[in-house]
Structure formats: structure tokens, C-alpha cells
């Protein structure tokens, strides 16, 4: 059974840093994509970053030069470094991976509030 969990999300003020994590367990997460997806009050869900098997990574336009998508391997975990943030950052995020048959699997998501 394929289990994502997210964590490392709270309050912080605008210019401050925060690190989410996304852990998994029942599948690897290196062999395919995993992707980290935010949703704000009242707007649709949104891709904020994603890595390939290939450790290839993308960018929301909105979030390149302060976020950084990573993976650890051996903890079976990835990562995102989000500094310089900004109160339009405020949401829930959400770690998602896709398998080989483009099955999604989502984790429950972690709250993330940046303050003016």
C-alpha cells in the first residue's frame, strides 16, 4: 500500500524559509516522478515542482530562484527548500507520485501560512 506523508509545514513570516518533506512508504520514489502540488483558499490546485527518476527537475515560474525540489534516496523522502517566501505562497501542499500506469497517489498534505 502506497503511503505518501507530508511534513514541515507552519507559520512563518514573508522573507522567512521553511522545508517540507514528503515521505513514502510501500513504493520507491526515485523510480518515477514525484511532484509537489499547492492549493490556496478558494484556487484550484497547483504544480510548485516536480523531480524525474532522472533527477531532473522543474519549476513553477512563480517559484524558481526560491525553491528547491530534492531527493534522498536512502530516506526515501523528497524535499522542498522554499526561502524568501511570500504570502501568495500560503496554501496547503501536497506530495504526489505517478507510477509506470500514470496512477497518482497523494499525501493529506501539510499547511503552509506566510504572514505580511
Known amino acids: 500500500q502506497v503511503q505518501l506523508v507530508e511534513s514541515g509545514g507552519g507559520l512563518v513570516q514573508a522573507g522567512g524559509s521553511l522545508r517540507l518533506s514528503c515521505a513514502a512508504s510501500?513504493?520507491?520514489?526515485?523510480?518515477?516522478?514525484v511532484g509537489w502540488y499547492r492549493q490556496a483558499p478558494g484556487k484550484q490546485r497547483e504544480l510548485v515542482a516536480d523531480?524525474?527518476?532522472?533527477?531532473?527537475?522543474n519549476y513553477a515560474d512563480s517559484v524558481k530562484g526560491r525553491f528547491t525540489i530534492s531527493r534522498d534516496n536512502a530516506k526515501n523522502t523528497v524535499h522542498l527548500q522554499m526561502n524568501s517566501l511570500k504570502p501568495e505562497d500560503t496554501g496547503v501542499y501536497y506530495c504526489?507520485?505517478?507510477?509506470?500506469?500514470?496512477?497518482?497517489?497523494w499525501g493529506l498534505g501539510t499547511q503552509v501560512t506566510v504572514s505580511s
Open positions: 504526489k507520485y505517478t507510477n509506470w500506469l500514470a496512477r497518482e497517489y
Open positions: 510501500g513504493v520507491i520514489l526515485s523510480v518515477n516522478t
Open positions: 523531480i524525474f527518476n532522472s533527477g531532473n527537475t
